[in-house]
């Protein structure tokens, strides 16, 4: 196990009916000018944005508003967000909606207090000392980024996709009512699934070893997913599975599961491509990249695929094959993707092309070595190979 | 799923090395002046609070000392520790070593700023709304109370062991080092290894529903420590054996497992009756109190038990006699605590008498309609049967 720094000041505020607790919480954390930032359709439709203004002025909290945010959150927007706080001498951003709200309330919020333009901070992904505070109202369970240290926002002029993280930027405090989740539409749901998923794996995959802690930590969180995720698909208003789903998607992506090991991020690296040059879901990108990176990886640690096939897929060990069992096992995945996720599991169903490989392979994000990723460290090539084996 | 508020703000510096961060930590939580509080021995013997004491000086943090305290820690040193703190104006207390000096702590961060009695605000368990930030330098995995919102204190005059519970007693920073535990006694290693699978228990059996996500989350702890017992009572010395263990036990009871679920914690009230009145070590009671406790409730909910049969002690589940098989999974953790951690499973082996169980039992706290607990709340018969179960 590695040695690490641990913390998750997060106060979470979960179950039905917590919206109405909006202002109160604003209050408790000090807020007096906070700018309400969100997207366009569902929140405003649903009546939520209207309850949680209801409850900003029931606590006397003042508040500007910018909507219009939209997944894989832009720039542009994030700009516009800045020059209002600074106008409106914003305290609190309050982001009510999904991961891209909140993204793009932490840009804003990095943004606002910092002089050096926020797209150059995120490119060269400067070490931040302040920021503003960032709380949520949680509409959809996949990027954990209610309770993440983490952003990603989409240049759509350089067409470039980046993340950027610091302690900062994890929320004050995240409301979470499952009950907003009951309408989600099952393509959403599903990418959302897959997202959360995807964190667990790219803290599973890892080169550290005596960390079978968070192994099973992880472990217990996939097999939760797995399991509630059959419930939802046939029965979107289970109030539980919802709930369930959702804390998972938190747990999956604030590092309680992920701290002492070496995590790879390969797999989300290589999606962000994806969805920076066709504007596809992210849980969709992933979909396609994770089983191709794990077939392509496997042999690199085979005791460690053939465990997440037993554990969590409930594949019988083969012990004198391991390399069939943990076949099985990512077998098990492109099913569960398939058949209960109903998302896309090739380039083809996603809409990506095999000629934008060379492209795609070229705008990823390299680090030290010029490699991708710590479990198996990836060289051009090796990218270029996984996305083949996504056609 | 229940709704819930969790907040666990706690800075965790867990690894090698870490002692040497405490002054460094005092100053970026704002401390002036540090209560250092500790026991007797091995603190001392090891050098660690000497190690502690020079981290403090580097950092140009001032500090006075407190050191004396014991298992099941005195109400008469909490009054000492009050007592410096005022005069002293200290700031932050750090605690230096077991569970034992950081609820002593946590009682004198409280008191020292608290018009009213200490003992009169445990025993009637007042809310309180200030206390002095506590922090720790743990030695001993098992009590949780690095991260956790209580404290036990023992009141000798009265052989009263009371807790006390506020999330203002959460520690602002805990300084982990497993390496520090590798000269544990094989008894004291074993009794927080009991501990902390109690923490775990008394948030399993519950009769909250829709709850699999903590249940997975709790069995994984479970499996994580049975597997790294059996390796540092092999190897006392193996670092990543005792840094898992050390990780489970913040797990175990900082309440991230314990989330959403109604609790049950009656084996805990039982257990501290016979700590208060014979002065065994915490753990050794709840070894001989849990089995004893599962025996008597199984038939209340025998599904439950015989998935915690079948998941964590790995019994082959007999679906058309589940009680058989919840029977072998309490059979096999009375078999862990006699063989694995050798600790004592009658109130024979712990020296406990039984004629006074009437005394114990009358001596319980019992709360809300004269019950005990919440899994399958228990009238004072109950808790008398269960001692007599336990003979």
């Given at each position: 196990?590695q040695?690490?720094?641990?913390r998750?000041?997060?106060?979470?505020a979960f179950?039905?009916?917590?919206?109405?607790?909006?202002?109160?919480?604003?209050?408790r954390f000090?807020?007096?000018?906070?700018?309400?930032?969100?997207g366009?359709?569902?929140?405003?439709?649903?009546?939520?944005?209207?309850?949680?203004?209801?409850s900003?002025?029931a606590?006397?909290v003042?508040?500007?508003?910018?909507?219009g945010?939209?997944?894989?959150?832009?720039l542009?927007?994030?700009?516009?967000?800045?020059e209002?706080?600074?106008?409106?001498?914003?305290?609190l951003?309050?982001?009510?909606?999904?991961g891209s709200?909140?993204?793009?309330?932490?840009?804003?919020?990095?943004?606002?207090?910092?002089?050096?333009?926020?797209?150059?901070?995120?490119?060269?992904?400067?070490?931040?000392t302040?920021?503003?505070?960032?709380?949520?109202?949680?509409t959809l369970?996949?990027?954990?980024?209610?309770?993440?240290?983490s952003?990603v926002?989409?240049?759509t002029?350089?067409k470039?996709?980046?993340?950027f993280?610091?302690?900062?930027?994890?929320?004050v405090?995240?409301?979470?009512?499952?009950?907003?989740?009951?309408?989600?539409?099952?393509y959403?749901t599903?990418?959302?699934?897959?997202?959360?998923?995807?964190?667990?794996?790219?803290?599973y995959?890892?080169?550290s070893?005596g960390v079978?802690?968070?192994?099973?930590?992880?472990?217990?969180?996939?097999?939760?997913?797995?399991?509630?995720t059959k419930?939802?698909?046939?029965?979107?208003?289970?109030?539980?599975?919802?709930?369930?789903?959702?804390?998972?998607?938190?747990?999956a992506?604030?590092?309680?599961?992920?701290?002492g090991?070496v995590?790879?991020w390969?797999?989300?690296?290589?999606?962000?491509?994806?969805?920076?040059?066709?504007?596809?879901?992210?849980?969709?990108?992933l979909a396609v990249?994770?089983?191709?990176f794990?077939?392509?990886?496997?042999?690199?640690?085979i005791?460690?695929?053939?465990?997440?096939?037993?554990?969590?897929w409930?594949?019988?060990p083969?012990?004198?094959?391991?390399?069939?069992?943990?076949?099985?096992?990512?077998?098990a995945?492109?099913a569960?993707?398939?058949?209960?996720l109903?998302?896309?599991?090739?380039?083809?169903?996603?809409?990506?092309?095999?000629?934008?490989i060379?492209?795609?392979?070229?705008?990823c994000?390299f680090?030290?070595?010029?490699?991708?990723?710590?479990?198996?460290?990836?060289?051009r090539?090796d990218?270029?190979?996984?996305?083949?084996?996504?056609l």
């Amino acid at each position: 196990m590695q040695n690490f720094d641990f913390r998750s000041p997060t106060y979470f505020a979960f179950g039905r009916d917590t919206e109405h607790r909006a202002g109160e919480l604003c209050r408790r954390f000090g807020a007096k000018k906070v700018l309400l930032h969100y997207g366009q359709g569902s929140v405003i439709r649903s009546g939520l944005l209207d309850r949680v203004k209801q409850s900003l002025e029931a606590a006397g909290v003042d508040f500007v508003e910018l909507g219009g945010v939209v997944p894989n959150p832009h720039l542009s927007l994030v700009y516009e967000g800045i020059e209002i706080c600074r106008r409106e001498s914003v305290d609190l951003i309050l982001a009510v909606g999904a991961g891209s709200a909140i993204d793009s309330a932490k840009a804003i919020a990095v943004g606002a207090v910092n002089q050096e333009d926020i797209w150059q901070l995120i490119t060269e992904r400067k070490e931040i000392t302040k920021a503003l505070p960032v709380a949520t109202v949680l509409t959809l369970p996949a990027t954990g980024s209610e309770a993440s240290s983490s952003t990603v926002i989409t240049n759509t002029a350089t067409k470039q996709k980046y993340g950027f993280g610091s302690e900062l930027l994890r929320p004050v405090f995240s409301i979470m009512n499952p009950e907003l989740t009951f309408t989600l539409p099952q393509y959403q749901t599903a990418c959302g699934i897959m997202d959360m998923m995807s964190h667990l794996f790219e803290r599973y995959f890892t080169p550290s070893t005596g960390v079978d802690l968070t192994d099973r930590m992880i472990e217990a969180c996939l097999l939760s997913i797995i399991d509630n995720t059959k419930v939802v698909m046939q029965e979107p208003v289970n109030y539980d599975a919802r709930a369930n789903l959702m804390w998972a998607g938190t747990l999956a992506h604030n590092n309680i599961v992920g701290v002492g090991r070496v995590q790879d991020w390969s797999s989300h690296a290589m999606e962000h491509e994806l969805s920076a040059l066709y504007d596809v879901a992210h849980g969709a990108g992933l979909a396609v990249v994770f089983p191709a990176f794990m077939r392509y990886t496997m042999d690199h640690d085979i005791e460690r695929y053939a465990q997440l096939a037993s554990r969590v897929w409930q594949v019988e060990p083969q012990f004198k094959n391991l390399r069939q069992t943990a076949l099985a096992g990512i077998e098990a995945l492109e099913a569960f993707i398939r058949d209960e996720l109903k998302l896309p599991l090739s380039f083809a169903e996603l809409g990506a092309k095999a000629e934008d490989i060379p492209y795609l392979t070229e705008r990823c994000r390299f680090g030290a070595q010029d490699k991708l990723g710590h479990f198996r460290p990836l060289s051009r090539a090796d990218v270029a190979e996984i996305y083949k084996l996504a056609l």
